[in-house]
C-alpha cells in the first residue's frame, strides 16, 4: 500500500483545513487508518484513527470536538477535517494504514506510512 497525503497550508488560529491520503492498491478498505503529526523537536503523536469499515473512530483528547476523521472506501481515500486550528496542532502529518483490528494509536501498530504534509497555524 502506498499512501499520499496532501492538503497541508498555512491558516491562521480559528481557521480549517481538510487533510487527504489517497492510498493505491485494492485493499484499502480492509485497512484502518490513522492519522498522526510531529512538531518540531517533538516525538510523533496519535491524532486519529478509523476503522476499516469507518464505523469506528477514535481521537486524542488534543484533538477530540475539533477534528473528524473520515474515509471513502470507493475513492481509497481517508480525510481529516481540522476545525478550531491552534497554533498548537502546527506540524508535519502523516496518514498511516494498520493491519490491527483493534484499537491503534501506536506508531508501531502501522504498517504503511505516507510521506507527510505541513500544517502552520498562524497566531
Known amino acids: 500500500v502506498q499512501l499520499q497525503a496532501s492538503g497541508g497550508g498555512l491558516v491562521q488560529a480559528g481557521g480549517s483545513l481538510r487533510l487527504s491520503c489517497t492510498a493505491s492498491g485494492r485493499t484499502f478498505s480492509s485497512y484502518g487508518m490513522g492519522w498522526f503529526r510531529q512538531a518540531p523537536g517533538k516525538e510523533r503523536e496519535f491524532v486519529a484513527l478509523i476503522s476499516w469499515s469507518g464505523g469506528s473512530t477514535y481521537y486524542a483528547d488534543s484533538v477530540k470536538g475539533r477534528f473528524t476523521i473520515s474515509r471513502d472506501n470507493a475513492k481509497n481515500t481517508v480525510y481529516l477535517q481540522m476545525n478550531s486550528l491552534k497554533p498548537e496542532d502546527t506540524a508535519v502529518y502523516y496518514c498511516?494504514?494498520?493491519?490491527?483490528?483493534?484499537?491503534?494509536?501506536?506508531?508501531?501498530?502501522?504498517?504503511?506510512w505516507g510521506q507527510g504534509t505541513q500544517v502552520t497555524v498562524s497566531s
Open positions: 498511516a494504514a494498520t493491519r490491527f483490528n483493534g484499537l491503534a494509536a501506536k506508531i508501531y501498530e502501522y504498517d504503511y
